[in-house]
């Protein structure tokens, strides 16, 4: 099998190393001639001081997309914006052979847009890994209404082949777990307007529950791709919840700021004065607000359950992964006082009106 990976940015070189040890040739197409040239140095020096590696050839890194035509499967990885990738594939179609499976890592743009060009629409399938990929295996298979039952199974089988486990997904489904994240940072943000805690505050709370702090992930990835999902993944129900984080990361992108190279949501200055009985009941605040983060955590990953197309054993394990959480998400639920979990989110609701915050049934992680 000769896989094909287009762009060259952090997602492409980190899927284009995971898989060169994999049984696979891997062609990388990169338009930066900087970039084909640093990535073969760096190719060759892991061929040398890999003993299994000894001896293999040094993948293919090219800046011509011709040179794809002999691919199995092509991976684009290129930046989030619906019209490069849809052109993309169109210059794809016309080179890659009539077997060729296309697939987009997109984070954020549903597989219905990106491949509305493309005449074979059963070849094509979302497969979205996460960053590292060497250290989370987890890879949404996103399977678009025209994507054939055969594209899928490849999909699965290839994922396997590479030590990652495959989480399929159709329907309103595609894309959950990219969702649940970003869902989570912008309710977390949501709760630091309450002006009670501070955005310091809260994601270190939510560093205990997973194994990163929510704003740490949001300035980690960087505010381009963050607002670019704050924009394209919601739905009626979570526009609103949405619009805060994403009003917040807008203003700071306008200031020449992106997260990741400074300037991110942690460095802004805490608008929050402590008082005395903030600093004497300290740890009762941070427990009273780490149930609300798990509440509607919970909560968020049941709506998703009730899919009935959607497994949910394989999915409530892609969660504990990529999230990374402290516990399952059923010793999480067993942990905490179920009166607590029904009262903040009714609270939620009552205060909002916003029915994204109605309970759902929390027995159903007893089941599961």
Same mark, same amino acid.
């Given at each position: 099998?000769?896989?094909?990976i287009?762009g060259?940015g952090?997602?492409?070189?980190d899927?284009?190393?995971?898989?060169?040890g994999?049984d696979c040739?891997?062609?990388?197409?990169?338009r930066?001639m900087?970039q084909i040239?640093?990535?073969?140095k760096k190719t060759?020096?892991?061929?040398?001081?890999?003993p299994?590696?000894?001896?293999?050839?040094?993948?293919m890194?090219?800046?011509?997309?011709? =040179?794809?035509?002999?691919?199995d499967?092509?991976?684009e990885?290129v930046?989030?914006d619906?019209?490069v990738?849809?052109e993309l594939f169109?210059?794809?179609?016309?080179?890659?052979?009539e077997t060729c499976?296309?697939?987009?890592?997109s984070s954020?743009?549903?597989?219905t847009?990106?491949?509305?060009?493309?005449?074979?629409?059963?070849?094509?399938?979302g497969?979205?890994f996460f960053?590292?990929s060497?250290?989370?295996?987890?890879a949404?298979?996103?399977?678009g209404p =025209?994507t054939?039952e055969?594209t899928v199974?490849?999909?699965?089988?290839?994922?396997a082949?590479?030590?990652?486990k495959?989480?399929?997904?159709r329907?309103?489904?595609?894309?959950?777990l990219?969702k649940?994240?970003i869902?989570?940072a912008?309710?977390?943000y949501k709760?630091s307007?309450?002006?009670?805690l501070?955005?310091?505050d809260l =994601?270190?709370?939510?560093?205990?529950?997973l194994?990163?702090?929510i704003?740490?992930m949001v300035d980690s990835?960087g505010?381009?791709?963050i607002?670019q999902c704050?924009a394209n993944l919601p739905d009626k129900r979570?526009?609103?919840?949405y619009?805060p984080?994403?009003?917040q990361?807008?203003?700071?992108m306008?200031?020449?700021k =992106?997260?990741?190279?400074?300037?991110g949501?942690?460095s802004?200055?805490?608008p929050v004065?402590?008082?005395?009985d903030?600093l004497e009941?300290?740890e009762?605040w941070?427990?009273?607000?780490?149930?609300k983060?798990?509440?509607?955590?919970?909560n968020e990953i049941?709506r998703?359950?009730?899919?009935?197309l959607?497994?949910k054993?394989?999915?409530k394990?892609?969660?504990?992964?990529?999230?990374?959480?402290s516990a399952?998400?059923?010793v999480l639920?067993?942990?905490l006082?179920?009166?607590?979990i029904?009262k903040?989110m009714?609270?939620?609701y009552?205060?909002t009106r916003?029915p994204?915050f109605l309970?759902?049934?929390?027995?159903?992680y007893?089941?599961?």
């Amino acid at each position: 099998m000769t896989i094909g990976i287009v762009g060259s940015g952090r997602m492409g070189q980190d899927l284009f190393y995971s898989l060169i040890g994999c049984d696979c040739n891997v062609i990388l197409v990169s338009r930066k001639m900087e970039q084909i040239q640093k990535i073969t140095k760096k190719t060759q020096k892991i061929l040398n001081r890999i003993p299994r590696f000894t001896g293999k050839e040094t993948p293919m890194i090219t800046d011509r997309l011709s =040179d794809l035509a002999v691919c199995d499967v092509i991976i684009e990885t290129v930046t989030e914006d619906l019209k490069v990738k849809q052109e993309l594939f169109k210059k794809l179609e016309e080179i890659a052979k009539e077997t060729c499976i296309f697939a987009t890592n997109s984070s954020s743009l549903d597989v219905t847009d990106v491949f509305d060009g493309v005449k074979a629409k059963e070849r094509c399938v979302g497969l979205h890994f996460f960053y590292p990929s060497k250290v989370i295996s987890t890879a949404e298979v996103n399977a678009g209404p =025209d994507t054939g039952e055969e594209t899928v199974k490849k999909m699965v089988t290839f994922l396997a082949m590479t030590g990652r486990k495959p989480l399929v997904l159709r329907g309103q489904s595609r894309l959950v777990l990219s969702k649940l994240l970003i869902s989570l940072a912008a309710f977390t943000y949501k709760l630091s307007l309450d002006g009670e805690l501070t955005l310091k505050d809260l =994601d270190r709370i939510t560093g205990k529950v997973l194994v990163f702090g929510i704003f740490e992930m949001v300035d980690s990835t960087g505010f381009l791709i963050i607002s670019q999902c704050l924009a394209n993944l919601p739905d009626k129900r979570h526009v609103s919840l949405y619009q805060p984080l994403l009003a917040q990361i807008t203003d700071l992108m306008k200031q020449g700021k =992106d997260g990741r190279g400074g300037g991110g949501l942690l460095s802004l200055e805490d608008p929050v004065q402590r008082g005395l009985d903030f600093l004497e009941n300290r740890e009762a605040w941070e427990k009273a607000y780490r149930i609300k983060l798990i509440a509607f955590l919970l909560n968020e990953i049941l709506r998703y359950m009730e899919d009935p197309l959607l497994d949910k054993n394989q999915f409530k394990e892609s969660v504990e992964e990529v999230l990374g959480l402290s516990a399952s998400l059923n010793v999480l639920y067993e942990e905490l006082p179920k009166a607590a979990i029904l009262k903040t989110m009714m609270e939620e609701y009552e205060k909002t009106r916003d029915p994204l915050f109605l309970p759902a049934d929390f027995c159903m992680y007893r089941y599961t």
